[in-house]
């Protein structure tokens, strides 16, 4: 027996009109139980009733440190050294991405996710978030030669950036990234090499997006790790103006 519910404040006789059986909570659960299944109201905490839940329009990226777990293996043994260069990175990411406007997640993983959202930015959102990619570039080649780490040791990253709806939970003033499209970019980061930015061939095409700024390879596609399809994207490779990087 389907059973459809109309939470309103019409009154018993506007639903006899409609030929819909008005049911009541406790009619609603005996239907349940005859099934064999059992309905628990679940109390909310007070932290759980305060968070929000909304979705935006944005370009979401993630930033990856590639080889993540080796690194944590070479670096066992020298474990204050280790969580001060992870803090450094961490810092480093942040502040860029902020200088930008954007916003990040914590660190969770082997990475950091970071958005631009449009409502924000409007036209130069894109542009913004994939000039902030190559800056995270520069900046690890400048930690690692900070660090003196050679080839074999030296700390690599790997940026996915796509665009579309994004969601969000929020809580206390601080918003966290969820949803579809940050499990996206988090796995076609996977699919990025040492110091490689993939960004989404939407966002190439995107009119909002200034890719006179950048240099651009051609289309090609890539698998996107954890999803089982292929995604084209396209690998940002330099700038061609001075901007500044830092």
Known sequence: MKIKIYKSRISKKSYSNWKVKRFTREEIDRELEKKGLKVKNKKLSGEEKSIKEYSEEAVVGYCRIRNFKN??????????????????????????VEMEGGETNRFSEDGILFYFKKGKHKKDYLTRAVLSSFRMRYRMNKLNRKWKTIRDDAWTIGVGIDMGTA??????????????????????SNSAGNGQILISDKIFNDVDFDKSLFQIKEARHVPVHGKGYVLKVR??????????LV
């Open 235 to 244: 690998e940002v490779i330099g700038v061609n103006k001075d901007v500044g």
């Open 71 to 96: 690194i944590i293996l070479k670096m066992k043994t020298e474990r204050e050294l280790f969580s001060d260069y992870l803090n450094q990175f961490i810092k480093a990411i942040t502040e860029i």
């Open 167 to 188: 969601y969000f939970k929020t809580f206390e003033n601080s918003s966290t990234l969820t949803g579809e499209l940050a499990n996206m970019v988090i796995g076609l």
